[in-house]
C-alpha cells in the first residue's frame, strides 16, 4: 500500500514537471510570435506611407532586386532601379494626395495587398505582391497600377 502511494506521488510529480515545461513552452512560443514585427501585415505600413506620400526611392527600398512593374497598361519586368524610376515618372504625372487598403491577403511567406490611389485627380488601383524566404524581409515582387474604372 505505502509503495503504491510512492509510485502515484511519483506518476503526480513527473505529470506536473512536464505539463509545466509544455506549458512554458507554448506560452514562451505564443509570445515570441506576438513581438515578431513581420506577423500580419505590419510590412505594408511603410509601404503605404511611400505611396500615399509619392515617395518612389523610400519604396524601392522594399523592391526586390528584379520585380514586374505593370503601370496602367505598360508591363516590365525590371530591376530595382528601373522600377524606382517608372514609378518616380509616374508620381511626378500624378501627384498622390491619399492612399486607402481595400483588401490584404496572405499565405505563409507571401502577402498581398489591393489598394486605392487617389493621385492627379484619378482614382489607381495598386496591387503588391510580396514574399520572404529563410526569415529574410519580405520584398515586393509584383506591383500593379491601374486606373480604376467607374461603375
Request: charged fraction near 15%.
Amino acid at each position: 500500500m505505502k509503495k503504491s502511494i510512492h509510485i502515484l506521488l511519483a506518476i503526480s510529480l513527473l505529470c506536473f514537471s512536464v505539463g509545466a515545461r509544455a506549458q512554458s513552452f507554448f506560452v514562451g512560443n505564443t509570445q515570441s510570435v506576438r513581438q515578431n514585427p513581420e506577423d500580419g501585415f505590419s510590412v505594408f505600413s511603410s509601404i503605404t506611407k511611400y505611396l500615399a506620400a509619392g515617395d518612389a526611392a523610400s519604396l524601392s527600398s522594399w523592391f526586390a532586386d528584379n520585380l514586374d512593374v505593370t503601370v496602367i497598361s505598360s508591363t516590365r519586368n525590371c530591376s530595382r532601379k528601373q522600377a524606382r524610376e517608372i514609378l518616380r515618372s509616374f508620381f511626378e504625372a500624378n501627384t498622390p494626395r491619399s492612399f486607402t487598403v481595400t483588401h490584404k491577403a496572405s499565405e505563409a511567406n507571401k502577402k498581398y495587398m489591393i489598394g486605392l490611389l487617389n493621385a492627379g485627380g484619378e482614382l489607381f488601383q495598386v496591387t503588391i505582391y510580396a514574399t520572404s524566404s529563410s526569415g529574410e524581409p519580405y520584398k515586393i515582387q509584383q506591383l500593379n497600377i491601374s486606373r480604376q474604372t467607374a461603375y
